[in-house]
């Protein structure tokens, strides 16, 4: 290998090709605990025109590429797990702010850069991108597109492909399509962006993207609060949407067992007295001072306690008491993904459905094994539900484990049912490979594969991911 492998050196140099296996095995780290096989190289190109010229290498070398940004997926999309000859192609030195653009409302950044550094960089000329998520500190954009992540703020914003106005891409033959346009309309032909969002690398990989900024929120209120029920979370969700409008930004569902999860994590405190078997975090966001959005949420919440549908609610008084009440939220999910044997889902199904699911669902995996603990949780406002499961305090990890494979069937059988899906903003990877296959519409199966082959006849790009 030293004679392709010096070919590529001599043209990202040194800094840009990872062979040594100690090197390359922080590249191998899979956050969902999958077991990667080790690349030929790692390939780290500073540019566009380097990651061209990899993928030409690649092609050349008929070497399957594997997409990287930050590995903070859920789905193992980013790692090499078939035996074929692969590189990783990481985009992290791809990492500039090319353009912040306030009078346009746009921003252009690489790939490599980072969510959270993108969002500070609009701050700074005093606009919002509100893509937001747990894992923004490492996640960075070009993962993030290409999952189409949601994050907590979906609800009021949309998901990540909703804030993209343009994109450049490297397609399976090298070739750089550059459509990075700051245009907010634009009915010239196919809207190709969107093929690449949401693909998880496996028409071509996005290295810059235009994105839209918003004006920044200077008037943000957070709650927390306790619900008699997911049906009544979802009448508290629409009588605030009534009284504040688009202002709410954040509607987190939470039931006991997901809320105990995430008071187990250091530092973390309960917002109320005593917990409740339903909670949920709402927040409320303008950039109007005139509006004063506080009052508004406290007498929403006053008249959801007067209703019966709140038994009891709590405003954050300081930033201090909001951040508080996200780490919270966020010490769920984290707590989730550090326990090996939990089994996480990424289900959605029609907010107005999201009552029954969790009944059904909850009713289905406990008649298969009795005593496995739900604990569904998550973006009610747009019916992602995260329905995790922990093993029955008597079964060990290794056998609950076992019963993975069915327990997720389950869960997903009864989303469907209701006109729902198996991945609502982790993407479909590997790990929901299968279930994507027995469930996507055949029609819709096909015309993807179509796609697939007229982009990448030989599948260079993440061929162990999607379809």
């Not at 070009?142 to 914003?157: K, P, W």
């Not at 998901?159 to 891409?169: I, Y």
């Not at 903003?425 to 007229?454: N, Q, T, Y």
Request: glycine letters at 8%; aromatic letters at 4%.
């Amino acid at each position: 290998m030293r004679e392709p492998i010096d070919e590529i050196i001599a043209e990202l140099g040194e800094r840009g090709v990872v062979t040594e296996e100690a090197a390359m095995a922080r590249h191998l780290d899979d956050m969902i605990g999958s077991t990667p096989v080790t690349p030929v190289a790692v390939l780290c190109p500073a540019s566009t025109q380097e990651t061209s010229a990899a993928v030409k290498w690649c092609a050349r070398r008929e070497f399957a590429i594997v997409p990287q940004g930050g590995l903070t997926g859920l789905s193992s999309g980013a790692v090499p797990l078939s035996n074929r000859k692969s590189v990783i192609l990481s985009t992290h030195r791809m990492n500039r702010i090319r353009e912040v653009d306030p009078l346009n409302n746009s921003m252009t950044v690489e790939a490599g850069v980072v969510l959270a550094e993108a969002k500070a960089a609009a701050e700074e000329v005093e606009r919002y991108l509100p893509l937001s998520h747990g894992g923004q500190g490492s996640s960075q954009i070009g993962g993030n597109l290409s999952t189409n992540s949601g994050g907590n703020n979906a609800l009021r914003y949309g998901t990540a492909r909703d804030q993209v106005m343009g994109l450049e891409v490297v397609l399976p033959d090298g070739t750089v399509w550059n459509g990075l346009r700051k245009l907010r309309k634009n009915t010239a032909g196919y809207d190709l962006k969107q093929l690449f969002i949401g693909g998880e690398g496996t028409l071509g990989v996005i290295t810059a993207a235009v994105l839209k900024l918003r004006p920044l929120p200077r008037n943000r209120v957070t709650a927390f609060a306790a619900v008699q029920s997911p049906e009544a979370a979802l009448r508290v969700l629409r009588r605030l949407e009534a009284a504040l409008g688009e202002t709410v930004a954040a509607f987190e569902l939470i039931c006991r067992t997901a809320l105990e999860q995430g008071l187990s994590a250091e530092g973390v405190v309960l917002p109320l007295a005593e917990p409740a078997d339903w909670s949920v975090l709402v927040e409320v966001e303008t950039p109007a001072l005139s509006f004063d959005i506080s009052a508004a949420l406290e007498e929403g919440l006053a008249a959801c306690i007067e209703s019966g549908d709140v038994a009891d609610a709590v405003i954050a008084q300081s930033v201090a008491q909001r951040q508080a009440m996200w780490r919270l939220r966020e010490a769920i999910a984290v707590v989730f993904i550090e326990d090996k044997h939990s089994l996480k889902n990424d289900t959605a199904v029609p907010a107005g459905n999201v009552p029954d699911y969790i009944v059904n669902a909850t009713a289905a995996v406990s008649d298969y094994l009795p005593g496995v603990r739900s604990a569904p949780f998550g973006h009610v406002g747009d019916g992602n539900i995260h329905f995790n499961l922990l093993r029955p305090e008597t079964m060990s990890g290794p056998d609950f484990h076992d019963r993975h494979e069915t327990l997720k069937k389950i869960v997903e059988e009864e989303a469907l049912k209701l006109g729902g899906t198996i991945s609502a903003e982790h993407g479909i990877g590997a790990i929901r490979r299968k279930s994507f296959d027995l469930s996507a519409d055949p029609v819709e199966k096909d015309l993807m594969r179509r796609l697939r082959k007229a982009l990448d006849d030989n599948r260079l790009f993440n061929p162990d991911v999607l379809l």
